[in-house]
C-alpha cells in the first residue's frame, strides 16, 4: 500500500494536499477547502478498483481520527485531545480483579502517559483526567491512587522536560491549568 500510496500523491495534479498522514489503513489529510477534498478523495477512488476510499468530514468544527478528536475551531491553532467513541462502555481492568497490582498500576500510568501526549492544552488534558478519573472510579479504583500515580507521572514528566530544557510535548505551554 505505501508504494502505491506514494505513486499516487506524487502524479496527483489537482489541487495542493496541505498536510496527509496514514496509520494503517487511515488517512488523515487537509486541503484549503471541501471541494479540494472531494477532488482527492474522486481521484483516489480511480486509483484501483478493489481499493475504495471512505471520507468522513469535520462536523461542527470537529473530527475524530483513531482516538484523537481534532478541534479546528481556532483559526490559528488546532486541539486535540482524547476521542472516545460512543460504544465505548469504560469497562477496564476491575480494580478487584485477580491481577497484579503492578498492573493496575501500569493501566492508570499508561492512560495518563495516553492522555498527556494527545492533549495539546492544559485544559483538554485536566478535563480528560477528569473523565480518566471518572472511568476509572467506576471501575473500583480508589481516588488516592489515581491522584498518587497522576502526580508522579507529572512530576516525572516535568523533571525530565526541565532537565533536557525541553517545551512539554503536546503542550501549548499558554493555556491555563
Not at 500510496?5 to 502524479?11: F, G, L, P, Q, R
Request: net charge positive; aromatic share 16%; hydrophobic share 35%.
Amino acid at each position: 500500500m505505501g508504494h502505491r500510496e506514494k505513486n499516487w500523491i506524487d502524479h496527483y495534479q489537482g489541487p495542493n494536499l496541505l498536510f496527509y498522514r496514514r496509520y494503517v489503513d487511515d488517512t488523515f489529510c487537509l486541503f484549503n477547502n471541501e471541494t479540494d477534498a472531494n477532488l482527492y478523495f474522486n481521484y483516489l477512488n480511480t486509483r484501483h478498483n478493489n481499493i475504495k476510499f471512505t471520507m468522513e468530514k469535520e462536523k461542527d468544527e470537529k473530527l475524530p481520527f483513531l482516538d484523537v478528536l481534532i478541534e479546528n475551531s481556532d483559526p490559528k491553532s488546532i486541539h486535540t485531545s482524547v476521542y472516545r467513541k460512543k460504544t465505548f462502555s469504560g469497562l477496564l481492568t476491575n480494580y478487584f480483579s485477580f491481577c497484579s497490582f503492578v498492573y493496575k498500576i501500569g493501566l492508570i500510568r499508561t492512560l495518563v502517559d495516553r492522555i498527556y501526549k494527545i492533549n495539546s492544552t492544559w485544559l483538554g488534558f485536566h478535563r480528560d483526567i477528569k473523565k480518566l478519573t471518572f472511568i476509572l472510579r467506576n471501575n473500583c479504583y480508589p481516588f488516592n491512587i489515581i491522584e498518587k500515580v497522576t502526580k508522579q507521572y507529572l512530576a516525572k514528566v516535568y523533571t525530565t522536560d526541565l532537565a533536557s530544557n525541553q517545551s512539554f510535548q503536546g503542550i501549548n505551554d499558554s493555556e491555563p491549568t
